[in-house]
């Protein structure tokens, strides 16, 4: 089965599996911590383009709709492994940090980069269908409507703030399930928009479905040998776990769209761009981050919808910005630069925190 993958996929394939197999010997060789944090975030940028490149081979044989929607979900699994072995270590702040930064670096880093690739390709301006932009729009606002309570909540000391736990728990059930009623009419109406095609899919089904069970199992590994060498490294590196989670984290763990997005929007192939983005900026702030927060409940150290002032306004400015540059349709190149320039002011703040 092998035999249908390009000479660059195999070698792909290949080096991914030797930096996690690395990664292994690293860790259970004894070597330092940092050697085991800087490899393993490598390996999970790594394992996140295996597992895209496996659910896009899934994905050729639907519409851009749901190939979007499951290069989304299953590229979410290595930073959703971080998060939970976070959690279970009680480094809360890498996991409330990791969730944030994977909404930001989406939001502003890959989707600027996009935007960039897609108006070069197409003469200075990127067009795009319109209701995605404006439903991610929503659905972040939802999400942002949520945090802004409980921050200013938390910030006046008032009773509420004594229950942010039950709070977020059921603020999450509420966005789990308006997130369920936008998924199934979105993908009803890209099955009706989908053109039939008779092209046949290139990648074996058996062998992507059995890079994705393999590369979910390794995720699953690097990810509890990054966790475990987080404090010894941060501290060695001089680096804060706020920029880690911000930062590291969220770029290493979100690679898929780094790598699938850009490459969709230099084929212009814009809808197909665009909808691997924007699926993961929802995703992550009206599914991930609640799915999160309830199954948080099952640890002692608890992931709430409380976070800092700071990135409050950050995510409400962020919801803003990219309804103003996408939601018309349309984005031209200085709007994605834009959209970096303001991930990397974020950054350098964070760094500064």
Known sequence: MLASLTGRERGLL??????????????????????VFVVSAGALAGLAWVVSFATEAVGERFGPALTGVLQTTLGNLPELFVVLFALSAGELVVAQYSVLGSIFANALLVLGVVLVTGARKGGGVMR????????????????IFIIVLLGLSANAGDRASRHQVAISAIGAVILLGVYAVWLLSYLRLGAEERAPTEARARVPLPLAIGLL????????LVSDWFIGALDTAVETLGISKEFTGLVIVAIAGNAVENVVGITLAAKGQNDFAISV???????IAVFLFPALVLISLLFETRLTFVVPAVYIGALFLTAIAIWQVTGDGEAAEFEGYALIGLYVILAILTFYE
């Open 14 to 35: 290949a080096g991914v599996g030797a930096l996690s197999a690395i990664t292994a010997a690293l860790e259970y060789s004894g070597a330092g911590d940092v050697a």
């Open 128 to 143: 795009f269908q319109r209701r995605l932009p404006n439903d991610t729009a929503t659905l972040l606002m939802m999400a």
């Open 213 to 220: 069970t393999a590369s979910g199992v390794a995720a699953a």
């Open 277 to 283: 983005v924007k699926n993961s900026v929802a995703q």
